[in-house]
């Protein structure tokens, strides 16, 4: 499971633009390539917007902080449709998703409403659910449901809804 979120910002300059002393930068070979409006922790300040710096970690994966300490890994920045690609180097982001609220954030949750349900009855995962084997155990699984398409069967039979994200007022 990853998560896709939208950057909120207004770029200032052209792609082809770029500001003094802030040349492009990455992690690893494989990663990112990094430029306004984000930049690499150890970069000048001015060469990207408060809230859009990210870091290296010690296996050279490129570290998007979130608020809640949530750490996940840049998979892809496109910086033409405003978006940040995202996964848990943990596997298991469905842990950190109740901790994660953008509210304070430059990040807006792009994908679909995503609900996590325990079930006490294991059912077959389709193209709108999947089965979150790091939150379950040998009693019940957790199951991860990203459309309104199995709502109704899963409250209705033998699963919990535990969370919802993003949040619903």
């Known amino acids: 499971m990853s998560i896709l979120l939208s950057l909120v910002f207004f770029p200032l300059l052209s792609l082809?633009?770029?500001l003094e002393g802030c040349e492009d930068s990455w992690?690893?070979?494989?990663g990112p390539v990094i430029h306004f409006p984000f930049r690499l922790s150890h970069q000048l300040k001015h060469c990207g917007y408060p809230g859009f710096e990210l870091h290296c970690n010690n296996k050279n994966d490129t570290i998007l902080e979130l608020p809640s300490s949530v750490h996940l890994v840049v998979e892809k920045i496109d910086y033409v449709s405003h978006q940040i690609h995202l996964?848990?180097?943990d596997e298991c982001i469905a842990t950190k998703l109740p901790k994660l609220n953008l509210s304070q954030s430059n990040f807006r949750n792009a994908d679909d409403l995503t609900v996590l349900f325990n079930c006490s009855e294991p059912f077959t995962d389709s193209n709108d659910s999947y089965l979150v084997p790091c939150l379950g155990s040998s009693g019940y699984q957790?199951?991860?449901v990203t459309s309104t398409f199995n709502l109704d069967f899963l409250l209705s039979g033998p699963c919990t809804k535990i969370h919802q994200y993003?949040?619903?007022d």
Not at 27 to 30: A, E, K, R, S
């Open 166 to 168: 993003p949040y619903s």
């Open 27 to 30: 992690c690893n070979n494989d």
């Open 142 to 144: 957790v199951h991860a």
């Open 16 to 18: 082809g633009h770029r």
């Open 87 to 89: 996964y848990d180097p």
